[in-house]
């Protein structure tokens, strides 16, 4: 009996892990291309009003519970006329939160490479652009990898928040086969089953820059 009601949720329930994805991978990109515009754009600089800015919007967004900040967008957007809508107010939401978050981890990478090599490419003729190009970011990226992609599961997990504004993810549509069919223990094992499926590729990829990292220490100890 209970295979053949999680049978008829299925389809449901596979809408709503391609939809968890979707929305899990556009809050990554965007957070991560913003966060990383920024902690580039501030590189070297000890004390300058876009500094202070930058620090001050991470600190701002890492200090408010994700939940209320997505309130924030979806009560907040009507009242003042702009309905952001479920879907909308969840981009715009958890993409200033992984901003705030993300922009640490580069900027992180960021102080492990000597700013010498910046003034290095100014010396040579390059515009800033091929600086970040060619220098700053090939040196960057390996060194935020690891906490990038840790953020990237904390973000997949971020997104059944979004079930506070019936968005249809994998939490909303498990609470609704739960009410529907009163089989808890089935729906929720589907539902853990689906989240470590969709975060296994992560904690995989995760792994293996782990171990490359290490692999590269020890090729540069000496004999």
């Known amino acids: 009996m209970d295979f053949e009601v999680a049978l008829a949720w ?5 809408r709503a892990a391609a939809l968890t994805i979707g929305l899990a ?13 920024a902690a580039l754009a501030g590189y070297g600089r000890k004390a300058s009003r876009s500094l202070y800015a930058f620090e001050s919007f991470s ?3 890492r200090s408010i519970p994700e939940l209320v900040v997505l309130f924030l967008f979806y009560f907040g957007g009507a ?11 969840t981009l715009i ?30 010396a040579l003729g ?8 060619a220098i700053l970011v090939p040196q960057m990226l390996p060194l935020a990898k690891r906490g990038w992609i840790t953020y990237a599961i904390a973000t997949v997990k971020r997104v059944s928040i979004a079930a506070a504004v019936s968005v249809s993810e994998i939490l909303y549509v498990t609470k609704q086969a739960i009410a529907a069919t009163n ?20 904690l995989i990829w995760n792994e293996l820059s ?14």
């Open 10 to 14: 299925l389809p449901r329930l596979a």
């Open 25 to 37: 991978a556009a809050i990554f990109l965007i957070s991560g291309a913003v966060a990383m515009a």
């Open 59 to 61: 600190a701002f967004f």
């Open 79 to 89: 009242q003042v006329g702009i309905d952001f809508g479920p879907i909308g107010s």
């Open 93 to 122: 939401a958890f993409s200033l939160v992984g901003i705030a978050y993300d922009y640490q981890v580069f900027k992180g990478a960021l102080t492990a490479i000597p700013l010498g090599q910046m003034e290095a490419g100014r």
């Open 126 to 133: 390059l515009s800033t652009l091929q600086i970040y190009r």
């Open 183 to 202: 089989s808890p223990f089935v729906f929720l094992a589907l539902a853990v089953g689906l989240y470590i499926l969709i975060v296994s590729p992560l």
């Open 210 to 223: 782990i171990g490359q990292g290490r692999g590269r220490s020890m090729r540069r100890r000496p004999g």
